[in-house]
């Protein structure tokens, strides 16, 4: 049984430029979050997830959009990029009901130059 | 406002000691709690969790303990081994039908020597 799975696992972007990061949850989950996380620091969270529909987000600004698909896999967005923006970008998913329970993914490097 | 934070950014333990990691939390409205371990280059682990009623929660080599009068949370990981090192984040949540974010502390190290 695979666990939640994130492409690509590294990216290299330039300031301005848009990026689409892309998720796949565990099997039998359908809520998915995305978090941010910064060099030695903890995850932050962006938003989350659920039927399609951003249910919950964090404190980050309008540049960063997201999307579920039918199939639950997740797409998160981010526009006019910054150098700021560079960070291991993480999915994580929950079982039926119980969207508490995050199960992360390995992360997506995103570097901007 | 919410807030999670640990107290030791880096934790030495010698191989085969127990390590213990404090956490300290500011939000008294979370009621579920979780320990993640992080490696490197890899997506934070679920270790354990808590939810508010309790105030131990035991699994295989750790323990986590809440303390609620002083907002403390702690991980307890017994016979550490090398395996063990790694950054340790607690997380906290509030329970609510629409939407569970976690709020996460900056994390701790813990390096075990052989």
């Known amino acids: 049984d695979a666990g939640v799975t994130q492409s690509p696992t590294h990216l290299i972007k330039t300031r301005g430029q848009q990026v689409t990061l892309r998720c796949s949850p565990k099997s039998g989950h359908d809520t998915v979050s995305w978090y941010q996380q910064a060099l030695g620091q903890g995850p932050q969270f962006i938003f989350q997830y659920y039927e399609e529909e951003e249910r919950q987000r964090g404190n980050f600004p309008d540049r960063f959009s997201g999307h579920q698909f039918p199939n639950y896999s997740s797409e998160l967005n981010v526009n006019a990029l910054l150098l700021g923006d560079s960070a291991l970008y993480l999915c994580?998913?929950?079982?039926?009901?119980?969207?508490?329970?995050?199960?992360f993914g390995p992360g997506t490097r995103l570097t901007v130059t | 406002g919410e807030s999670v934070g640990l107290h030791l950014p880096t934790l030495s333990v010698q191989e085969g000691d127990n390590s213990i990691i404090n956490c300290a939390y500011s939000?008294?409205?979370?009621?579920?709690f979780i320990w993640y371990k992080q490696e490197s280059g890899k997506g934070p682990q679920f270790i354990i969790d808590i939810r508010s009623n309790m105030d131990k929660r035991q699994g295989q080599r750790v323990t986590v303990l809440l303390n609620k009068t002083v907002k403390h949370l702690s991980l307890q990981i017994a016979a550490t081994q090398p395996g063990d090192s790694a950054v340790y984040f607690c997380?906290?949540?509030?329970?609510?039908?629409?939407?569970?974010?976690?709020?996460f502390g900056g994390g701790t190290r813990v390096l075990v020597k052989p």
């Open positions: 997380a906290e949540n509030i329970l609510q039908a629409a939407g569970n974010k976690l709020t």
């Open positions: 939000n008294s409205a979370s009621d579920y």
């Open positions: 994580a998913s929950s079982p039926l009901g119980v969207s508490y329970e995050q199960y």
